[in-house]
């Protein structure tokens, strides 16, 4: 068990290195995803964070919002490379995450004075909104489970004193929700490898509205498809935007 905490502290360490990304520029749509998976244990934890963590928009300069979602192959990446996790520690924290996925969301109003001013989880559950589009058009609303299972709140419990005592108030501000990932048929809803998109939508206090939205699939999962000026494509694009030669 000692050991079980130590692995999952690592894991939270691994949350923190992303908490201050900004978010990336749009790139160029398609229809279909035609390069290669990357093995989880090669994948760059900083790409992969800065794929899942966006600012949400349209609060002005004197608010903070940010949402992060943590899919499973976060998880599996950390521990695949980790040697000295065993397998059974391995096999309880992705069994812990079967099912579900993580969304995590901090949202503050800032004085004229530089203070902030953070949301309680309750007050951000209250009014937010999120809901995910699959590469068919389906728009599917996802609520915060209510109830989760004794050892997700285990590694959720160390989680919460880890992100505050490295962030402060911005970490103990850091708000995980926790979401259904199954379709009723068992299947796995939001797959970071097929097209689809995340969308989240938070309100402040004073009613003001702010959007995000994580595009799917996640470029960091896959390995890089070079165009002829040696720059890398995005797993979204069918064309080289560069040089109209097809990806």
């Known amino acids: 068990m000692y ?26 749509g398609a229809n279909s995803v035609t390069a290669k998976k ?13 794929d899942t963590q966006v600012n949400l928009k349209g ?17 599996e990446s950390v521990t695949s490379r980790d040697p000295t996790t065993s397998a ?4 309880a924290i ?20 530089g203070t902030f001013n953070y949301y309680s989880k309750e007050e951000i559950e209250e009014n937010i909104q999120i809901s995910y589009v699959s590469s068919d058009g389906a728009t599917l609303k996802l609520l915060p489970l209510k109830k989760t299972s004794s050892d997700l709140n285990i590694i959720l419990s160390i989680i919460k004193p880890i992100l505050e005592g490295a962030m402060g108030n911005l970490g103990s501000n850091f708000h995980i929700f926790v ?18 998109a995340i969308y989240v939508q938070a309100k402040g206090r004073d009613d003001v509205k702010m959007n995000a939205n994580i595009e799917l699939p996640l470029n960091s999962l896959f390995i890089p498809r070079m165009c002829p000026n040696g720059k890398e494509a995005h797993v979204s694009w069918n064309f080289c935007p560069w040089s109209g030669k097809r990806l």
């Not at 990357?38 to 800065?50: F, S």
């Not at 609060?59 to 998880?75: Q, V």
């Not at 059974?88 to 096999?91: C, I, L, N, P, Q």
């Not at 992705?94 to 004075?113: H, K, P, R, W, Y």
């Open 3 to 28: 050991r079980l905490m130590q692995v999952i502290g690592l894991l939270s360490i691994l949350l923190i290195s992303g908490c201050a990304v900004t978010p990336q520029g749009d790139t160029p």
């Open 38 to 50: 990357k093995i989880l244990a090669d994948v760059v934890m900083d790409e992969l964070v800065k």
């Open 59 to 75: 609060g002005g300069d004197n608010r903070l919002a940010l949402t992060w979602w943590i899919p499973n192959e976060f998880w």
């Open 88 to 91: 059974t520690d391995k096999e």
């Open 94 to 113: 992705l069994n812990a995450m079967s099912g579900i996925t993580l969304l995590g969301v901090v949202q503050a109003d800032i004085s004229a004075f």
């Open 179 to 196: 979401l259904n990932d199954r379709t009723s048929s068992g299947l796995r809803l939001i797959d970071p490898y097929n097209i689809g």
